[in-house]
């Protein structure tokens, strides 16, 4: 998906992706446990193996402290392609089964 935001062919990738729900597969970049709405994020790698360009965001949910999560790790994220902004794809609305989640919780530290 990536690579055909940054050199489109036939398809035009906006049109194509933008506000649909889609799954991606990938390997964790980076993560942050998020400490309010929407700052909970991870970011995948992609096949071009030029850092991290896909960004998913996740609502009102965050990491659970101390859940199974490290860099490196494969997981597959669904959620809203918002399109690429500065060289990133933005997901919103995420979710995957593979790192357990905690609605936001304004009394818990994360």
Avoid: H
């Avoid at 446990?33 to 965001?57: R, V």
């Avoid at 669904?78 to 060289?87: D, S």
Wanted: charged share 20%; with cysteine; glycine share 10%.
């Amino acid at each position: 998906m990536y690579s055909q935001f940054i050199s489109p062919g036939e398809i035009n990738p906006e049109q194509y992706y933008t506000n649909k729900t889609i799954k991606v597969r990938g390997k964790i970049a980076d993560f942050v446990y998020g400490s309010a709405p929407n700052s909970c994020w991870i970011s995948l790698k992609t096949d071009l193996d030029n850092g991290a360009n896909i960004i998913c965001y996740f609502g009102n949910y965050v990491i659970k402290p101390g859940a199974d999560i490290e860099i490196g790790m494969e997981i597959a994220i669904t959620g809203t392609c918002m399109g690429m902004t500065n060289g990133k794809i933005t997901f919103v609305g995420s979710s995957t089964e593979d790192i357990e989640f905690i609605p936001y919780d304004q009394n818990i530290e994360a």
